[in-house]
Antibody, heavy 118, light 108 residues
Framework: QVQLQESGPGLVKPSETLSLTCTVS????????WTWIRQPPGKGLEWIGY???????AYNPSLKSRVTISVDTSKSLFSLSLTSVTAADTAVYYC????????????WGQGALVTVSS | EIVLTQSPGTLSLSPGEGATLSCRAS???????LAWYQQKPGQAPRLLMY???IRATGIPDRFTGSGSGTDFTLTINRLEPEDFAVYYC?????????FGQGTKLEIK
């Protein structure tokens, strides 16, 4: 059973860069699509983007200018970078795995709360 | 971007009753690309249904999905205490993927 675990700073200052890592265990990172999704406190889910294990990516246009998702297959992890953050980026950030290219997000990490505040 | 609108926002029911949750899309969604998730407080969402009507692994048959085009429904028969949660629909056939704003199913 694949497991995903988010890690990274829980507090980021405004205008700085949010960086999170998702470590994958119990399964291969190769040949899968890996996604980041976020959820502001008390609100709904927002799809941020995905990366395929070979490195191809797609991002939500609303965040595209600030987002980078990367993968390190040798370490079985993928990462999220979000630049120029504001309080509106405060959220629980989830990493997840699709079941396939045309599949929903099947496996999820437990989530990591990131607060943007000075 | 496809906007998904869920109704009602909150549904108050008692265990044993049936629930009907709606998800309406701003444009047509392929029936093979509509999913439902369940989220409990402090937990990550859990996949319930995909391709409109296929139950994910381990999901009991009291959960039923239906619909096509722009209107989709999640029906829960004989509510159990563990069913009270927030439910989200998601379309994954068009980029960017999008979620509805959620329906909170609460105990009456």
């Amino acid at each position: 059973q694949v497991q995903l675990q988010e890690s990274g700073p829980g507090l980021v200052k405004p205008s700085e860069t949010l960086s999170l890592t998702c470590t994958v265990s119990g399964g291969s990172i190769s040949n899968f699509y890996w996604t980041w999704i976020r959820q502001p406190p008390g609100k709904g889910l927002e799809w941020i983007g995905y990366i395929y294990s070979t490195g191809s990516t797609a991002y939500n246009p609303s965040l595209k200018s600030r987002v980078t998702i990367s993968v390190d297959t040798s370490k079985s992890l993928f990462s999220l970078s979000l630049t120029s953050v504001t309080a509106a980026d405060t959220a629980v950030y989830y990493c997840s795995r699709r079941g396939g290219s045309s599949s929903p997000e099947v496996n999820w990490g437990q989530g990591a709360l990131v607060t943007v505040s000075s | 971007e496809i906007v998904l609108t869920q109704s009602p926002g909150t549904l108050s029911l008692s265990p044993g009753e049936g629930a009907t949750l709606s998800c309406r899309a701003s444009q047509s969604v392929s029936s093979s690309s509509l999913a439902w998730y369940q989220q409990k407080p402090g937990q990550a969402p859990r996949l319930l249904m995909y391709a409109t009507s296929i139950r994910a692994t381990g999901i009991p048959d009291r959960f039923t999905g239906s619909g096509s085009g722009t209107d989709f429904t999640l029906t829960i028969n004989r509510l159990e205490p563990e069913d009270f949660a927030v439910y989200y629909c998601q379309q994954y056939g068009s980029s960017p993927r999008s979620f509805g704003q959620g329906t909170k199913l609460e105990i009456k």
